[in-house]
Structure formats: C-alpha cells, structure tokens
C-alpha cells in the first residue's frame, strides 16, 4: 500500500463528503416540489409531461397503487426493450449491422436493464445497435435508477409522515429523479467525459493498421452519454465489453475519479435528503457513518490483499502486488477502489477484472454484494436497504431498553418486523438456492471456465451479483440458457421482491402517529446505533453466506497460501 | 397472593415440569414454536440416519446429535414449564377455595340452599356470619366486615357496605361479622375467581403483540438459515465431499436462534408471574407489555403522592384571643368530626394542651356536623354560645351575619397557608374569629426519588387531584411530579387521557371509583383497585388485589424488565453465531480441504467440535433460564445508559461466551475420550 493510493481514495471519499449535503438537499426541495435553481429551464417541461401523460401531480397515492405503478412500469418498459432488442436489425442507427438478440439474451438483457442490474451476457461493441445503446440500454439507465430513487423518497415520506394515508405520486417522482436530479447531472458529466477523450458519435467503427501489421477494429458511437449515467445511474451496464477499464469508457485518472464520484453520489446523497424528511440531519448522518464504515474497511481489506499479492508469483521471483487484470494506468490502488465501490454501491461498473484479484481481494466485492449493497448502495435501493436493516436493529437493540422498539417515532410492530424480514430473505434465497443448483447441474457447470473453489467463486459472485441487482461479474462464465433464464429470473425478483415490501413499509409507517421522544426512548442517532446497525448487517446479512464463502474464496486463498492455484 | 414467596426452583414446581417437558414434546405443542419444532425434526432425522449409518461407524455421532437436539427441546420445554409452574400451583390453590360453596339464595323473600353453581346473574343470596361469598355480586342490603385473604393474601378484613364505592364482594371470600345480601353479577365460570384461575395457570395465554413480532423476526431468521444450511449440501457436492445431513442438522439447529426461541414463552409466562408476585393481577399479557410502554402515568394524589388525608399542622391564634381558649375551642369544634382531618385538628390541640380542663362536652352541648350546604361543622352550647370551624369565606359570612366585628382577621396567615399547598381554616365563636388552622398533605417518604427515577426512565408523571390550581401546584411542586391536574373530574380525567393518547403517548392510571371506569378503559394500562367497585374492576386491565395504587410504578417496571429480558436473549441468540460458524465449518469440510485448518481458531477437535457446539447449544437454554425466569436486572435509568450495558453483556458477551464455553466443552469430551467416531 502506498500514500498515493490512500490519496486517491482519501480525494474520492473527499469529494463524495462535500457534495453530498448540496445534492442531497437539492433532491429534497425537487421531490417536494419546491423551486429550485433548474425550475425555470425544467418546470415547464416537467409539466409538459404531466400534460402529455395525464399525470395529476397533486394526487397522491396511497402504497398499493404506487407500488402497482412501479411493478406495471417496469414491465411495460422491460417488454419494450425485450422486443427494441429483438428487431434491432430492422432499425437505423446501426452502423455495423448487428442482428437481432435471440430469445433467452433479449429477456436477460431486458430484466438486466429494468432492474438496475445491467448484467451483461453479451459485449456491447459487437451485439448492440446505437439505437439499441440510446433508446434502450439508456432509456433504462435513467428510468431504473430513477424509479429507485422514487421508492426511497416514497419511503422517506413513509418514515416522517403522521397517520398519513398516501406516500406520494410514482409517476411525478420518476419524472423528478430523471428530470431534474439525473438528466442535468448526466449531462455536464457526459461533458466533461468527452473532454477526457470518451467518443460521442455515430460513426461506423474504424479500423486501423495497427504496429504489428493486423488489422484492428476500433469502435466508435455514443459513449460518453451512456457512460455517466453508466455511473450515475448505478447501472454498471458498459458500451463495450470492457466496461470502464477500456481506454474509451475510462481514458485518464480524472475520468476514473469522475465515474467513481458519481457511483456513490446519489446514494451518499440521499442520507442527507432523508434527513431533510424527518427534520433531523443526524438520523441520515448515522446511516451515512455506518456506510462510511463498513466502505472504508472494505476498501482497506481489498487494497491490502491486492498489494500483499500472490503468493505464488512471488514464489516465481516476482515481487510486489497483484497487477493481473488491472489496467496498469490506474494501479492497484484505483483498481481496488473502483472494485469497493462499484459493489458497495449496486453499480458493476469494472475498471479491473475481479476475476483476477487475488482471493481474498475478489471476496470483498462478493462481501459487500453479499451485506446487500447499501454500503450507499443503488440509486435509491441502497437507502431504503440500510433502512429494513435499520429497522430489524432498532427492533432488535431497541427491546433491550424496554419498550416497544421506535424508529424515528413510529413503533416497529408486527407488521414492520414481517416486511423488513421478508425484504431481507430476498437475498439469501434468490442467490444461494439458484447457485445450490448451478453448482451441481450440468447446464450450471457446462460454461464454467474454472475448477475448484474458484470456479465456485464464479458461480457464488454472479448470484450474489445478479440478485443485488450490481451486474459486476467475476467473469469465467459463458452465457447458456440455464444462465440467461435462471439470472433473469434472479434479477427479477431481487429487484421486485425487495422493491414491494419496501413500499409497502412505507405505508405502514406513514399511517402510524409518532411517540414522542424520551429519555427512555431508544435513539437512533448515538455512535452506539452506528455499531449496532453494522452489527447486524454483518450477523444477520453477510454472515449468512459465511458458509458459501467459506467453499469459495476463503479456502482459495488458505490453498493460495500453500502454493496451489486454479 | 399465596405463594408469593416461592423459590424459582420450589420441588413443587420442579418435579411437574420435569414431568410435563417431556409431555410438551408432542410435534403438536412444538408446532407453535417454528424454531424449536425444527429442532425435533432434526432430532428425528439424525435418529433415523442413526440407524442406517449403523454399518459405517458413524452411528454413534449421529445418536450423541440426536441425543443432544432432544435435549434441547426437553430443556426449551422444561423452561415454559418452570414458567408455568407457579401459576399452576397458585391455581390449584384457588380451585380448592371454589369447591362445594353452598350459597343461600332469596327467592320470593325465602331462603333456600343451593350450590354455587346453580347461581345466575341476577339472584339474591344472603351471606352471614362464617359464610363463604359463593360468587361475584353487588351488595344490596346491610353492611359486613370480609375477610378477603383467599383473593388478596391480606388478613386484615374489609368492611364491604350497600351503596357507594366498596359494594361489590368476590366469591372465595368469608363474611365475618353481620348481615348482608347482593346480588349475583357472574354466571358460573365466568367470575371473578373462574378468570384469576384461568389467567394465573396460563390457560387463556395468547401471544401479545411484541412476542408475535418477535416470533416472525425468529422464523424469517430461521428460513434464511435453512436456506443458508441446505445449498451446503449442493456447495459441498461441489467442492468433492460427501455432505453429512446430520451434521447439516447440527449446524442449523446451531445457527437459529435456539436459545431465545426456547425461552421466549417462559420470558413471557414469567413477566406476568412477576406481576402476579405483586399482587397484581393482569387481565393479559398484552396489558404487562404495554407497561413497559407507558409514556404518562396518572397518578391519584391521595394515597400515592400523600398519606392519606390532609392533617392539620398549626393553628394560629387572632390577635388578643387566648391561647388555650383558642385551643379549646378547636378541640370541641371538631371532635364530633370523623373525618380524617377531623381526628387530627382533636391530635393537634390535645397535644397543644386543649385537653388540661375537660375532654368532655359540656352537658347539653349539641354537636353540628359537617355539611356541604354551610361548609362548617362546630358546637351548639346551651347558653347559646356557638364554635364554628369551616372554609373561611364560610366562617366570615357566619361572623358577619351574626353581627359579629372584623372578619378580616388572620387573612395574612390564610392566604399564606393557602398558597403552600395547605387547606386553611377558620375557627370562630359567634362573635369573632378565633383563629386559624393549617391543613397541610403529608407527602409519603421518598415520593421526589420515585418520581426523579420514572423520569429517567423517560417517563412523565401526571397528578390528579380535587384540589385547587394553588394548592395542586403548591404539592406537585413538593413532590416532584411533572404536571398536575387540579379540580379533576371523571371527565377531565377523560380529557387528558385522549389529549395524551392523541399526541403518541401511552397512559397508565389507576382508580376504583365507578366514575372512574370510562378513564380505566381508555387509559392503556388501567389498574383498578381491588377494593374498589365491580365496574372499576371489569374496566381496567389489571387489578391491583392490594389496592396500593402506588403499584403503578412497580408493575412500569416489570413491563420494561420483560421487553428488556426478551431484547437482550435475542441479541445473545443471534451473536452466539459467529462463534458456531468458526466451530463447525472447519470441521466439516477439513476432510475435503484440509486448509480449512485455519479456520478452527478454536482449535477444537475436529471429530469433537460439532459435538461441542450442539451441546453447548442445548445447555446455554438450562444455563439461562433462571435469567429468562427472573428477568434481566432492571435498574431504572435513561435509555442510552441501559442500552450500552445490555449491549455490552448481551451483545459482545453474546460474541465471546460462547468460544469460551464451546472449547471447555470440547476439551471435556476429549478426557472424557468422546470425540465421536474414529
């Protein structure tokens, strides 16, 4: 490990720490309906819309409909990209005449995009049409992330709310998350990308001679666009197969600093929105401590593994870390810290190939999936993740002071406890019943490229990947049916399963009164809570894929240390 | 109540729940219990592999897990046991006090014998001397001295009276002096002794509503770690070992939370008993529970803030008047005055030397006694002089209209005594005022630590109290309370029940008039006083059978110590896993990879460390249950202080105990040479 190296995280986290209370704020006044700076460009707009659609802005909903309108979007704009993909080849903007997608990749693709996950089956650069890339893989970049963001606004109304009947109005927080929170940040930062040297055009790919005498394709189309909200979006999803390590995605350290920024802004962001929400900054800044925590242990665990090295290179006389599958521009260090928190986020954005780390350095991006990615986590999803987590600690920890457990005044009774556990089983089911199965089926291991626990490893990370809705891949696999089917069907209910409790929980706790704080009152806002919450996201969440990690990378590494590889 | 001093392991109640754990094994009883019923499957299981893991050596592992998985649903059962073992008893007792009652019923004006349970609702029965009330009822004619030791535990008897707030008698209680009637208030089964018998011996036990939350936290945590426990299988297929479903078994029985899901009924069952201890009676759990969340508790201020009555502490002489005259004078005036404050201006002027000439009313003296309409009460003498004590505006108006001098005399001191708290009164003869006498409340012994302690417990205390605004605030201010109600009524006691109830905050109250009976049943938590009507009572949902309304506080306290208690065994339970982890993984996939060495940081045999952890499993339940009995020790105090403390011992003790105990464990099975199989 090297000061420069703690230097680029230390100037990451930096820039997160100052941004998050101006954006976090601004995103209260947007969903509140308060003017803000971009009101006058935006508002009209923002009532075309809702003209254009018939969107009653000042109808509220209460959390059945809203929920019904966030499963009924998403299904209606899954089915729209799953049939874009499917007649790709029938379309403009489709330089290099790529052919339609088949069946299973088109519902993996669409469930990938609608879910925020951005899995990708696929390489960008020789499956998908810039038509494809734009109105389809984008449109999705925003709308995913946007609709995330709505729910934990609706949550956040949910938590400060009184004997309230309604949570807000879906259709008018998407259009506010996209309009006026993703789109303008989206846009300057796609600016400033293409000042980096990201491509924006719609050219065919060139080719080139290159030194060696072949001939090399070089792709070419509308990068920069997709990559910030790539980030932004916490979608993960690159232009080309390469993801952000690629020269195109991610040309210089300043590009790399940019995306990563933008991979946790929202999620840091919203902390503080929250507590705007409940009229108390404290009870954000103790999740936002929490995250905080558990972000910088992750990132020093997996930066210490990859500078440690592999012991079996050293045998072979080569000192130093692990620069296998790094990008040697940005080191071990950017690479380290790229992987952290593309995973404690729910992005899967990928300067580095995780599948190359050194065991223990690849068990920190499957950890942090694991915990459920609200280590700032998704747009939107990582909030109102820490919250059911928030929600079983208070319930938990709050019964030792002898009272019914509160949070933020509201009592945490049957109903609470039944949706926030049953939030929290999404997780472990949907990743380790379908990697049970993968790792005896024949379809399972027919693409594995690895053997042993690594190629457990591989099977382990892309469920705990898919699941979490990250799409970061460990790599070594290759699409098949069973994957594109069964990581569709993974995604799909890691996203919805999770999404509906939730709301659902916001409306439970938008129609309780509050109970006044007391000295006996159990608080939220003391170090002792930021303890206990990471407490029981590492008992109750993490520690539950102890045992699978255990066959996967933790035992690749003590047989790494014995000088075996696979 | 009878057994009230019960050891937590009397023989009594031993040997019957040793007895009745092994009856509670049935799959249907554990099926209220999703944690503890998979434990027994699990036990079944292993004994089934047991028998035809015969031929490869490994029975004798697969017998010890079984053994020591029935163990622990024998030990979680015997704990529900022991919990309800008390009741039982108390039960048994109560029961005997109910057998062949013979009651004496009025029909048409004449006598006829019955058995009790031929009495229905509405019937008249007489009770006299050495009978036994045969059930529930309303006296209607005469008065009598009861002895209600069989219901309360108290020997000293009551005086139960036609009309007012101490009509109502309970069956199992024996009239001890008189004559009275009442009417039967309860069916057969459905009185007074037939619910303290149900409710005491848990019959009618429903799970309250944390417990349910809590029961659903438990099963969602079991389903992740069945999930977790069972891809094991496929996992290990993968990595080349042969999966061993039981000790599959072991390591889930190890992960779920066994320990609080063995215990959580017998918490629950306990925190009633400990209310019971007290003599309350708690008409569910529900109501105990809710103490634990009471925000405000009302508080009479008669009987709980005050002793009893306001006492007469001084008495002033006017100007020019004499002493002794004076003192006189207020002796003869109140001495036909029963009323505690009566009886104590005759202590105070008797101790003052108003008794040195004649105790004795002069011959032909009449006594006039108290009454609303004039505020006074005094004496008549036969040479037409008067003495008058009463209210002052009273007293002027009597001097004035008498033609008496000034009646401003002393209104210094009147209004002195009036603005601390007393109740001033003024004592005249026809002619002029004599002097003064203060009233003043006597706070019970150490009313301000009591009520600093609820408010570090975050709670708010209330006082309710006829008195006016300027005494009310005078005596809340001595005692400490947070916020009084002066001149309450039953309906503005109702008032501030809704206005608290409105804000977010639980109430607590007690009472036993039958105005009080709206507010008992709109208060959260309403204890009525058992010496109280028949209506305080059914409205209320507990009652106090020593009618100490001080009790409130008390029963506050256990309803916290019961969420407590639950709280901080479920946080052990779940911290307890870290170790466990590090205890069977190892050992079960050492043989496929012997790397997996470094985990076991135990450094437990890997033949005895599945073992070792199910054992220690099984008797950390045994270990905790005088805990889960008695309930966590509860100091009052403000939240953030109670929390470190149980997070401290319950949460990172909950980390570390077990290593500790799952090495001992382990190194005792290897001298003992049990380290399973080869």
């Given at each position: 490990m090297?000061?420069?190296?703690?230097?680029?995280?230390?100037?990451?986290?930096?820039?997160?720490?100052?941004?998050?209370?101006?954006?976090?704020?601004?995103?209260?006044?947007?969903?509140?309906?308060?003017?803000?700076?971009?009101?006058?460009?935006?508002?009209?707009?923002?009532?075309?819309?809702?003209?254009?659609?018939?969107?009653?802005?000042?109808?509220?909903?209460?959390?059945?409909?809203?929920?019904?309108?966030?499963?009924?979007?998403?299904?209606?704009?899954?089915?729209?990209?799953?049939?874009?993909?499917?007649?790709?080849?029938?379309?403009?903007?489709?330089?290099?005449?790529?052919?339609?997608?088949?069946?299973?990749?088109?519902?993996?693709?669409?469930?990938?995009?609608?879910?925020?996950?951005?899995?990708?089956?696929?390489?960008?650069?020789?499956?998908?049409?810039?038509?494809?890339?734009?109105?389809?893989?984008?449109?999705?970049?925003?709308?995913?992330?946007?609709?995330?963001?709505?729910?934990?606004?609706?949550?956040?109304?949910?938590?400060?709310?009184?004997?309230?009947?309604?949570?807000?109005?879906?259709?008018?927080?998407?259009?506010?998350?996209?309009?006026?929170?993703?789109?303008?940040?989206?846009?300057?930062?796609?600016?400033?990308?293409?000042?980096?040297?990201?491509?924006?055009?719609?050219?065919?790919?060139?080719?080139?001679?290159?030194?060696?005498?072949?001939?090399?394709?070089?792709?070419?189309?509308?990068?920069?666009?997709?990559?910030?909200?790539?980030?932004?979006?916490?979608?993960?999803?690159?232009?080309?197969?390469?993801?952000?390590?690629?020269?195109?995605?991610?040309?210089?350290?300043?590009?790399?600093?940019?995306?990563?920024?933008?991979?946790?802004?929202?999620?840091?962001?919203?902390?503080?929105?929250?507590?705007?929400?409940?009229?108390?900054?404290?009870?954000?800044?103790?999740?936002?401590?929490?995250?905080?925590?558990?972000?910088?242990?992750?990132?020093?665990?997996?930066?210490a593994a990859e500078a440690a090295g592999n012991p079996i290179v050293h045998a072979l006389g080569v000192a130093g870390g692990n620069l296998e599958g790094k990008e040697a521009?940005?080191g071990i260090?950017?690479s380290a810290?790229?992987?952290?928190?593309?995973?404690?986020?729910?992005?899967?954005?990928?300067?580095a190939m995780?599948d190359s780390f050194t065991a223990l350095g690849g068990?920190?991006?499957?950890?942090?999936?694991?915990?459920?990615?609200?280590?700032?986590?998704?747009?939107?999803?990582?909030?109102?993740?820490?919250?059911?987590?928030?929600?079983?600690?208070?319930?938990?920890?709050?019964?030792?002071?002898?009272?019914?457990?509160?949070?933020?005044?509201?009592?945490?009774?049957?109903?609470?406890?039944?949706?926030?556990?049953?939030?929290?089983?999404?997780?472990?089911?949907?990743?380790?019943?379908?990697?049970?199965?993968?790792?005896?089926?024949?379809?399972?291991?027919?693409?594995?490229?690895n053997a042993g626990p690594h190629?457990?490893?591989?099977?382990?990370?892309?469920?705990?990947?898919?699941?979490?809705?990250?799409?970061?891949?460990?790599?070594?696999?290759?699409?098949?049916?069973?994957?594109?089917?069964?990581?569709?069907?993974?995604?799909?209910?890691?996203?919805?399963?999770?999404?509906?409790?939730?709301?659902?929980?916001?409306?439970?706790?938008?129609?309780?009164?509050?109970?006044?704080?007391?000295?006996?009152?159990?608080?939220?806002?003391?170090?002792?809570?930021?303890?206990?919450?990471?407490?029981?996201?590492?008992?109750?969440?993490?520690?539950?894929?102890?045992?699978?990690?255990?066959?996967?990378p933790?035992v690749e590494h003590l047989l790494n240390q014995q000088g075996k590889q696979f | 109540?009878?057994?009230?001093?019960?050891?937590?392991?009397?023989?009594?109640?031993?040997?019957?729940?040793?007895?009745?754990?092994?009856?509670?094994?049935?799959?249907?009883?554990?099926?209220?219990?999703?944690?503890?019923?998979?434990?027994?499957?699990?036990?079944?299981?292993?004994?089934?592999?047991?028998?035809?893991?015969?031929?490869?050596?490994?029975?004798?592992?697969?017998?010890?897990?079984?053994?020591?998985?029935?163990?622990?649903?024998?030990?979680?059962?015997?704990?529900?046991?022991?919990?309800?073992?008390?009741?039982?008893?108390?039960?048994?007792?109560?029961?005997?006090?109910?057998?062949?009652?013979?009651?004496?019923?009025?029909?048409?004006?004449?006598?006829?014998?019955?058995?009790?349970?031929?009495?229905?609702?509405?019937?008249?029965?007489?009770?006299?001397?050495?009978?036994?009330?045969?059930?529930?009822?309303?006296?209607?004619?005469?008065?009598?001295?009861?002895?209600?030791?069989?219901?309360?535990?108290?020997?000293?008897?009551?005086?139960?009276?036609?009309?007012?707030?101490?009509?109502?008698?309970?069956?199992?209680?024996?009239?001890?002096?008189?004559?009275?009637?009442?009417?039967?208030?309860?069916?057969?089964?459905?009185?007074?002794?037939?619910?303290?018998?149900?409710?005491?011996?848990?019959?009618?036990?429903?799970?309250?509503?944390?417990?349910?939350?809590?029961?659903?936290?438990?099963?969602?945590?079991?389903?992740?770690?069945?999930?977790?426990?069972?891809?094991?299988?496929?996992?290990?297929?993968?990595?080349?070992?042969?999966?061993?479903?039981?000790?599959?078994?072991?390591?889930?029985?190890?992960?779920?939370?066994?320990?609080?899901?063995?215990?959580?009924?017998?918490?629950?069952?306990?925190?009633?008993?400990?209310?019971?201890?007290?003599?309350?009676?708690?008409?569910?759990?529900?109501?105990?529970?809710?103490?634990?969340?009471?925000?405000?508790?009302?508080?009479?201020?008669?009987?709980?803030?005050?002793?009893?009555?306001?006492?007469?502490?001084?008495?002033?002489?006017?100007?020019?008047?004499?002493?002794?005259?004076?003192?006189?004078?207020?002796?003869?005036?109140?001495?036909?005055?029963?009323?505690?404050?009566?009886?104590?201006?005759?202590?105070?002027?008797?101790?003052?030397?108003?008794?040195?000439?004649?105790?004795?009313?002069?011959?032909?003296?009449?006594?006039?006694?108290?009454?609303?309409?004039?505020?006074?009460?005094?004496?008549?003498?036969?040479?037409?002089?008067?003495?008058?004590?009463?209210?002052?505006?009273?007293?002027?108006?009597?001097?004035?209209?008498?033609?008496?001098?000034?009646?401003?005399?002393?209104?210094?001191?009147?209004?002195?005594?009036?603005?601390?708290?007393?109740?001033?009164?003024?004592?005249?003869?026809?002619?002029?005022?004599?002097?003064?006498?203060?009233?003043?409340?006597?706070?019970?012994?150490?009313?301000?630590?009591?009520?600093?302690?609820?408010?570090?417990?975050?709670?708010?205390?209330?006082?309710?109290?006829?008195?006016?605004?300027?005494?009310?605030?005078?005596?809340?201010?001595?005692?400490?309370?947070?916020?009084?109600?002066?001149?309450?009524?039953?309906?503005?006691?109702?008032?501030?029940?809704?206005?608290?109830?409105?804000?977010?905050?639980?109430?607590?109250?007690?009472?036993?008039?039958?105005?009080?009976?709206?507010?008992?049943?709109?208060?959260?938590?309403?204890?009525?006083?058992?010496?109280?009507?028949?209506?305080?009572?059914?409205?209320?949902?507990?009652?106090?059978?020593?009618?100490?309304?001080?009790?409130?506080?008390?029963?506050?306290?256990?309803?916290?110590?019961?969420?407590?208690?639950?709280?901080?065994?479920?946080?052990?339970?779940?911290?307890?896993?870290?170790?466990?982890?590090?205890?069977?993984?190892?050992?079960?996939?050492?043989?496929?990879?012997?790397a997996?060495?470094?985990?076991?940081?135990?450094?437990?045999?890997?033949?005895?460390?599945?073992?070792?952890?199910?054992?220690?499993?099984?008797?950390?339940?045994?270990?905790?249950?005088?805990?889960?009995?008695?309930?966590?020790?509860?100091?009052?105090?403000?939240?953030?202080?109670?929390?470190?403390?149980?997070?401290?011992?319950?949460?990172?003790?909950?980390?570390?105990?077990?290593?500790?105990?799952?090495?001992?464990?382990?190194?005792?099975?290897?001298?003992?040479?049990?380290?399973?199989?080869?």
């Amino acid at each position: 490990m090297t000061v420069v190296g703690w230097l680029q995280a230390a100037v990451v986290f930096a820039l997160v720490c100052l941004l998050v209370k101006p954006v976090g704020a601004y995103m209260a006044r947007v969903f509140e309906g308060e003017r803000v700076f971009l009101s006058p460009v935006l508002a009209p707009v923002e009532r075309g819309i809702y003209r254009l659609c018939r969107i009653d802005p000042a109808r509220e909903m209460g959390w059945k409909p809203y929920a019904f309108s966030v499963v009924a979007f998403s299904l209606v704009s899954f089915l729209y990209l799953y049939v874009l993909l499917r007649v790709q080849a029938f379309l403009p903007l489709n330089p290099q005449g790529f052919g339609n997608l088949a069946p299973d990749l088109a519902w993996n693709t669409a469930i990938s995009f609608m879910t925020n996950t951005n899995w990708q089956f696929y390489s960008g650069e020789s499956t998908m049409s810039y038509l494809s890339q734009m109105a389809g893989l984008g449109w999705h970049n925003f709308v995913s992330a946007g609709a995330g963001i709505a729910i934990a606004i609706a949550l956040m109304r949910g938590l400060s709310r009184r004997s309230a009947s309604t949570i807000g109005n879906f259709w008018v927080d998407l259009t506010r998350a996209v309009l006026y929170v993703l789109l303008p940040i989206a846009v300057v930062g796609s600016l400033l990308l293409i000042w980096q040297g990201v491509p924006q055009n719609f050219s065919g790919y060139t080719t080139v001679k290159t030194l060696e005498g072949a001939a090399q394709s070089i792709p070419q189309g509308p990068m920069a666009s997709q990559e910030i909200i790539k980030e932004l979006g916490t979608n993960g999803g690159g232009f080309v197969n390469a993801n952000s390590a690629s020269t195109w995605e991610n040309p210089t350290g300043f590009s790399n600093l940019i995306e990563l920024v933008c991979i946790i802004l929202i999620g840091g962001a919203l902390t503080y929105t929250f507590g705007r929400y409940v009229k108390d900054q404290r009870q954000g800044w103790v999740l936002f401590a929490a995250m905080t925590t558990l972000f910088v242990a992750g990132f020093t665990a997996a930066y210490a593994a990859e500078a440690a090295g592999n012991p079996i290179v050293h045998a072979l006389g080569v000192a130093g870390g692990n620069l296998e599958g790094k990008e040697a521009r940005f080191g071990i260090a950017a690479s380290a810290l790229f992987a952290t928190i593309t995973t404690d986020a729910s992005c899967g954005a990928v300067n580095a190939m995780h599948d190359s780390f050194t065991a223990l350095g690849g068990l920190i991006p499957m950890f942090n999936m694991q915990m459920g990615e609200v280590v700032f986590g998704g747009d939107g999803s990582g909030f109102y993740g820490i919250i059911y987590y928030a929600i079983l600690t208070v319930f938990i920890a709050g019964l030792m002071v002898g009272r019914t457990p509160e949070y933020l005044g509201k009592k945490i009774e049957r109903r609470e406890v039944q949706l926030a556990i049953l939030a929290a089983l999404v997780v472990p089911v949907f990743a380790l019943v379908p990697a049970g199965i993968a790792s005896v089926l024949p379809a399972g291991l027919a693409t594995l490229n690895n053997a042993g626990p690594h190629g457990f490893s591989e099977i382990l990370y892309a469920y705990s990947s898919m699941v979490n809705n990250n799409g970061s891949a460990f790599a070594g696999l290759s699409p098949n049916t069973w994957w594109n089917v069964s990581g569709g069907v993974v995604m799909l209910f890691g996203r919805i399963a999770i999404m509906i409790p939730v709301i659902a929980l916001a409306g439970a706790l938008a129609a309780k009164r509050a109970v006044p704080a007391t000295a006996g009152t159990f608080t939220t806002t003391s170090p002792i809570f930021v303890v206990l919450l990471i407490g029981v996201i590492l008992i109750v969440g993490a520690l539950t894929f102890f045992p699978a990690d255990a066959l996967g990378p933790i035992v690749e590494h003590l047989l790494n240390q014995q000088g075996k590889q696979f | 109540m009878v057994s009230r001093s019960r050891s937590l392991f009397d023989r009594s109640i031993l040997f019957p729940a040793i007895r009745e754990s092994f009856v509670k094994l049935n799959p249907r009883v554990q099926l209220r219990n999703p944690v503890m019923f998979i434990v027994e499957v699990g036990a079944l299981v292993s004994i089934f592999y047991a028998f035809r893991d015969v031929r490869n050596g490994q029975a004798s592992f697969d017998i010890a897990i079984s053994a020591w998985l029935w163990f622990t649903v024998l030990f979680a059962n015997f704990a529900e046991a022991m919990a309800e073992g008390r009741g039982k008893a108390q039960a048994e007792y109560l029961r005997r006090t109910k057998t062949d009652t013979i009651a004496r019923r009025l029909v048409d004006g004449r006598e006829e014998r019955v058995p009790a349970t031929q009495l229905r609702r509405g019937d008249r029965v007489v009770a006299e001397v050495n009978d036994l009330i045969a059930t529930d009822g309303e006296i209607v004619e005469g008065a009598a001295t009861v002895d209600e030791s069989a219901i309360t535990g108290e020997s000293a008897p009551v005086i139960r009276e036609a009309g007012g707030d101490r009509s109502s008698v309970t069956g199992g209680t024996r009239v001890l002096s008189d004559r009275i009637v009442y009417v039967v208030s309860a069916n057969p089964g459905e009185s007074f002794l037939d619910r303290m018998i149900s409710l005491v011996e848990g019959a009618q036990r429903q799970k309250t509503p944390n417990e349910i939350a809590l029961s659903i936290l438990l099963a969602g945590l079991t389903i992740i770690f069945v999930i977790a426990v069972a891809t094991l299988a496929p996992f290990s297929i993968y990595a080349g070992a042969t999966p061993s479903v039981v000790v599959l078994i072991a390591l889930l029985v190890c992960l779920i939370p066994t320990t609080i899901g063995g215990l959580l009924s017998a918490i629950g069952i306990a925190g009633m008993d400990r209310v019971l201890q007290r003599n309350v009676l708690a008409m569910s759990g529900r109501a105990v529970e809710a103490a634990g969340d009471v925000d405000t508790l009302l508080l009479d201020k008669t009987g709980t803030i005050t002793l009893g009555n306001r006492q007469a502490t001084e008495i002033i002489f006017a100007p020019g008047a004499d002493e002794t005259i004076v003192y006189r004078s207020a002796y003869f005036a109140s001495l036909a005055d029963e009323t505690p404050e009566g009886r104590s201006i005759v202590t105070l002027s008797l101790s003052k030397g108003a008794g040195d000439g004649s105790t004795v009313l002069p011959a032909g003296a009449v006594v006039v006694p108290f009454s609303a309409y004039t505020r006074m009460s005094g004496v008549d003498y036969t040479d037409g002089s008067q003495l008058r004590k009463g209210a002052p505006d009273a007293v002027r108006a009597w001097v004035s209209q008498n033609g008496g001098g000034k009646t401003d005399v002393l209104a210094a001191e009147v209004d002195r005594i009036a603005r601390a708290g007393g109740t001033p009164l003024l004592l005249a003869d026809r002619g002029r005022i004599l002097g003064c006498i203060g009233l003043r409340d006597i706070l019970k012994p150490n009313t301000r630590v009591r009520f600093d302690r609820l408010r570090a417990m975050g709670i708010r205390t209330v006082m309710i109290t006829g008195d006016n605004p300027l005494t009310a605030s005078a005596i809340a201010r001595e005692a400490g309370v947070d916020d009084f109600l002066a001149e309450a009524t039953p309906e503005t006691k109702m008032t501030l029940i809704k206005r608290e109830q409105g804000e977010g905050r639980l109430v607590a109250m007690t009472g036993d008039g039958t105005n009080d009976a709206p507010a008992l049943a709109q208060a959260d938590v309403g204890v009525a006083m058992n010496s109280g009507t028949q209506a305080a009572k059914e409205a209320g949902n507990m009652i106090d059978l020593d009618s100490d309304p001080t009790k409130l506080i008390e029963i506050v306290e256990v309803g916290k110590q019961l969420l407590m208690t639950r709280g901080s065994l479920t946080t052990f339970s779940i911290a307890n896993d870290v170790a466990k982890y590090f205890a069977i993984l190892p050992a079960m996939f050492v043989a496929a990879y012997p790397a997996m060495d470094a985990l076991n940081i135990m450094r437990l045999n890997p033949h005895s460390a599945i073992l070792s952890a199910i054992i220690f499993n099984a008797l950390i339940i045994v270990a905790l249950i005088p805990l889960a009995l008695r309930g966590v020790p509860y100091r009052p105090r403000g939240a953030e202080a109670v929390l470190r403390e149980n997070v401290l011992i319950y949460g990172l003790g909950g980390i570390i105990v077990p290593f500790i105990g799952i090495k001992a464990i382990d190194l005792i099975l290897g001298v003992l040479h049990l380290t399973g199989a080869s």
